[in-house]
């Protein structure tokens, strides 16, 4: 069976408040994409900027090389004594990549919060996957798409 070509990762930078803020578009696969994520993060922390949001709003898909390029970006953003906190988890991915995902990362489901999160002393609220798994329940993904 041959597999449809993959839409390339894009990565869309802005910053809020000093914090970065990649928006990222596209799957987050083995191969370029993945290399695209790490090839930005390494260039960010080259130029010290380290304290880094990834929104994953646009992302459609995520493999086991996915998962681990994150885990890469995160280590590696952390060994340079920054944060890197994740933002927007698809409701399409599955509650295996969910909990992998929200045991090693700092998620939120509002930028803001997770803006706040860079600055002690503001409050924010850390993504729930009880809270997901619930919400998935009253609303299957099927209702989400109509």
Known sequence: MLREPTVDLQLHQREEEGIRILDLQGHLIIGDSEAILRTT?????????????????????????????LVYCYA???????????????????????TKLDTVFEVFSDEQDAVNSFFPGRAGLHYDILEWVQDQEEHPASELSK
């Open 76 to 98: 590696r953003v952390g060994r340079s004594g920054g944060a890197l906190k994740l933002l927007n988890l698809p409701h399409h991915l599955s509650l295996m990549v969910l």
């Open 41 to 69: 993060i390494d260039a960010l922390v080259e130029a010290r900027i380290v304290n880094i949001i990834l929104n994953l709003a646009g992302v459609t898909e995520i493999d086991d090389d996915g998962l681990g390029g």
